[in-house]
Nanobody, 131 residues
Framework: QVQLVESGGGSVQAGGSLRLSCAAT???????????IGWFRQSPGRDRDGVAC??????????YYSDFVKDRFTISRDNGRNMVYLQMDNLKPEDTGVYYC???????????????????WGRGTQVTVSS
């Protein structure tokens, strides 16, 4: 069973940076490239939003960002370590929320990795950005 654990959240001033990490267990590193991985955030009073994702080759490949983060956030992955990261720079107060990582095995057909659906989710890490 795949398990995901996020870390790296915290409180920062606007303009600051954080790097979130997501550690995955239950995925063989040999096949980690078959998994699509996404970062989502849940803000108070708002729906859960896709932030960034990295698609598996079978899911169409590519890296995608929401418009509100694409010039500030960077998703990366280390398949050998089953890790995924979200580097967040120039943070804004509206970036505040609980950030979740999600993973889904995708080997065929395009997968809309900014929306899912995903089978596996972490429990989230809080990010708070003050003005």
């Amino acid at each position: 069973q795949v398990q995901l654990v996020e870390s790296g959240g915290g409180s920062v001033q606007a303009g600051g940076s954080l790097r979130l990490s997501c550690a995955a267990t239950g995925i063989s590193s040999e096949y980690s490239d078959r998994w699509s991985i996404g970062w989502f955030r849940q803000s108070p009073g708002r729906d859960r939003d896709g932030v960034a994702c990295s698609n598996s080759g079978g899911g169409g490949g590519g890296i995608y960002y929401s418009d509100f983060v694409k010039d500030r956030f960077t998703i990366s992955r280390d398949n050998g370590r089953n890790m995924v990261y979200l580097q967040m720079d120039n943070l804004k107060p509206e970036d505040t929320g609980v950030y979740y990582c999600a993973a889904n095995r995708v080997v065929g057909g395009f997968f809309p990795c900014l929306s899912g659906p995903y089978r596996s989710w972490g429990r989230g890490t809080q990010v708070t950005v003050s003005s």
